[in-house]
């Protein structure tokens, strides 16, 4: 059995140990899985305050199964940081052009980063493809309504993702594969300004039950472990 466990605003609420113990949790699993493709790896940044961190934990002994953490872009200018992919315009040949479109296209634009799965649980999650899943959930839990959304990420091309959010809007041409600052790997750029006319319908009829399983006691997510 699992649950949602999501924290938003961490930085209201620094003097929550559960909420910090919680993110903390989320620091290792990231830093651990990441260090896989790169041995020296830094996972923490200053969008981890506002982002939300979105994980899945087996209610048995609350280990994180799974995590992705979602960073919207009115966030990014309350907090007068670049939206992520703007920080990666020098690094990915053909990027300025549509990503103007992307965040100019009259959409909340929330970008997926930092996906990972715990290999020693991956059977908890059988049968799921973890990339449809969080484009799910993560948008769900974000609050935004879902045909508000445009949606974003760097997705390293060894894991071959993007076939699996192809069929999820039009992506936008123009951006090379590129080799990326933090995990020097190939990615790919996601850039999903609108998604198609029935994505979110057709992912809430996949999805929903196993969302809804994930409620801890009636509640959309239990905020700490
Ligand atoms: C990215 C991640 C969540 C993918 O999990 P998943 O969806 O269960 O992926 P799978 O294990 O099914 O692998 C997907 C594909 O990648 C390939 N792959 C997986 N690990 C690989 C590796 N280390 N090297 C090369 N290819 C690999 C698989 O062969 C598979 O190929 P296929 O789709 O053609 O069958 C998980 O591998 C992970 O946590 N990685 C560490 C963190 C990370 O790098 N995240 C990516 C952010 S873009």
């Not at 949790?25 to 790896?41: D, T």
Request: glycine share 4%; hydrophobic share 40%.
């Amino acid at each position: 059995m699992l649950y949602l466990d999501v924290i938003q605003s961490l930085e209201n609420q620094l003097t929550d140990p559960n909420v910090t113990r919680s993110f903390m949790q989320a620091v290792e699993i990231r830093q651990r899985l990441f260090r896989q493709n790169r041995a020296n790896a830094c996972i923490l940044d200053p969008y981890d305050m506002f982002s939300d961190h979105v994980m899945i934990r087996r209610r048995a002994d609350h280990r994180i199964v799974s995590y992705l953490r979602v960073t919207s872009m009115s966030e990014c200018r309350k907090h007068e940081l670049p939206y992520p992919l703007e920080n990666l315009e020098k690094e990915s040949a053909g990027l300025a052009e549509p990503l103007a479109e992307f965040l100019n296209c009259g959409k909340e634009p929330l970008h997926m980063g930092y996906m990972c799965l715990e290999p020693t649980l991956r059977k908890e999650l059988d049968g799921i493809k973890l990339i449809e899943l969080y484009a799910y959930l993560g948008f769900r839990c974000s609050g935004f309504p879902l045909d508000s959304v445009a949606i974003s990420a760097t997705l390293n091309v060894k894991y071959h993702m993007d076939q699996w959010m192809r069929d999820a809007g039009t992506w936008l041409d123009g951006a090379a594969d590129f080799k990326h600052p933090t995990i020097p790997e190939v990615h790919r750029v996601m850039l999903i300004p609108k998604l198609r006319e029935n994505y979110w319908p057709d992912q809430h009829a996949k999805f929903d039950a196993f969302y809804t399983s994930l409620k801890w006691d009636g509640e959309d997510s239990r905020k700490v472990a």
